[in-house]
């Protein structure tokens, strides 16, 4: 919607997080003659007297209410297409997202791009709120977007990024197949898009489109004997990437397809300048210290047991890991992070947590691996000193959401920290 259809108007904003507020001054600058009301779920009786509400990413485009409110006609509409309806002609608009690494990624988009024009931002859900950047002249934006915000998008981007998909959020989206659409729906909308082209449900549901190019094949920017390739060319050594992980090189994989999509050049020197300034986020692989000669690793942002294999493969060379896992249950299958620690079998002790950690546990004894459960995180990590030979890891990666135990993920990998001090006072 563009600002001047929504003159004169109630709108409605349905959340009042970082999010709403963005929307609140967005609508009092842009829009000073429309009526604003604010709610949440304690005042929904409210959206019945907007013409147009904007909703916040936590709200599930599924609920019955706002199949209800359509029915009586009110229109509804996001932050984030707000932005890609009303953003300046000459501002490039990249989106990113994916189960796993969009904060990642886009923060070496945003640095690799900051190289090439200073007049470059990244928002979205990660940074700031798309509509505080309408303001700025800005030549390109990065947006991470999750998969609630591109589950309504009216708009594309000009340029797109799709990393990966698996299973995740259906307490949101209702069903795995709603997710992978909601995701897909940023690459069909978008001018044009890179896709990964070695994950098995982008290829399942991105068939036959003529904006995509793919990365992380033999023919395109990939990985190979610890090198980035372009197709048959080495182009530089994957210890350039200040960041651990091979999943980490193939978002930077990501990364180079997208900057040969938008025709910058793709110099090596130019490459390593943009990596100095990237630096990994907290509860990503974040080494949070050794104690008593074992390394502790925060990797709480893993929430599927995919990610949390990417996390044990990046220490695999340790010569032992005591795995932290177990979180919100959400019908996960554990049969490929079960698989995988098998082959670790000699070195690996998994430390389970409630609520999946039951099941866990259970799936672990059951392939002849060394496990215990635990009842909270204080808990398991003094399990873990006890478990843990020095020179070894201690990794948490739960392969589950948080949300049993904790308001979300970072508040998770603070707890983990405070356990580990406590621990050792």
């Not at 990501?254 to 990596?275: H, M, V």
């Amino acid at each position: 919607m563009k600002w001047e259809t929504l003159q004169h108007k109630t709108i409605g904003i349905w959340g009042q997080g970082r999010e709403g507020l963005a929307a609140q001054k967005a609508i009092q600058r842009f829009v000073p003659h429309a009526k604003i009301v604010l709610f949440d779920d304690s005042s929904l009786n409210r959206l019945f007297d907007c013409e147009v509400v904007i909703t916040s990413p936590g709200v599930s485009i599924y609920r019955p209410e706002i199949e209800k409110a359509k029915q009586r006609g009110i229109l509804f509409t996001t932050g984030t297409n707000l932005f890609l309806a009303n953003k300046k002609p000459m501002t490039t608009v990249i989106g990113v997202t994916g189960t796993k690494g969009k904060s990642t990624t886009s923060s070496i988009i945003y640095h690799l791009l900051s190289q090439y024009d200073t007049c470059t931002a990244l928002g979205g859900n990660i940074g700031k709120p798309l509509l505080d950047l309408l303001s700025d002249d800005l030549h390109f934006v990065v947006a991470e977007l999750s998969s609630y915000q591109c589950a309504s998008l009216q708009y594309g981007c000009n340029a797109a990024v799709l990393l990966n998909l698996y299973p995740e959020h259906l307490q949101w989206h209702q069903t795995h197949e709603n997710y992978y659409n909601d995701k897909c729906r940023l690459i069909k909308l978008s001018d044009q898009a890179v896709v990964n082209g070695a994950n098995e449900e982008i290829m399942k549901h991105l068939k036959n489109l003529s904006n995509i190019r793919y990365f992380n094949t033999n023919a395109t920017w990939h990985i190979k004997d610890n090198y980035f390739y372009h197709a048959s060319k080495k182009v530089l050594p994957v210890r350039s990437l200040p960041l651990s992980g091979l999943h980490n090189a193939v978002n930077a994989c990501a990364t180079f397809s997208l900057l040969s999509l938008l025709n910058l050049s793709i110099e090596p020197e130019k490459i390593r300048q943009g990596f100095q300034n990237v630096s990994p986020l907290p509860h990503r692989l974040q080494n949070i210290g050794t104690y008593r000669h074992i390394q502790f690793i925060d990797d709480s942002i893993s929430t599927t047991p995919e990610s949390s294999v990417a996390a044990l493969k990046t220490f695999e060379n340790f010569p032992y890991i005591t795995l932290i896992a177990g979180g919100f249950d959400r019908g996960q299958n554990y049969e490929t992070l079960i698989h995988y620690a098998v082959q670790l079998k000699e070195k690996l002790f998994i430390i389970a947590l409630p609520d999946t950690g039951k099941r866990l546990y259970q799936e672990a004894r059951n392939a002849g691996l060394s496990v215990s459960y635990e009842e909270n995180m204080l808990s398991a990590v003094q399990k873990a000193f006890a478990v843990t030979p020095e020179t070894g890891i201690v990794l948490l990666s739960p392969a589950a959401p948080s949300y049993n135990l904790y308001k979300n993920f970072e508040e998770r990998g603070k707890d983990f920290l405070l356990a580990v001090q406590k621990s050792v006072e």
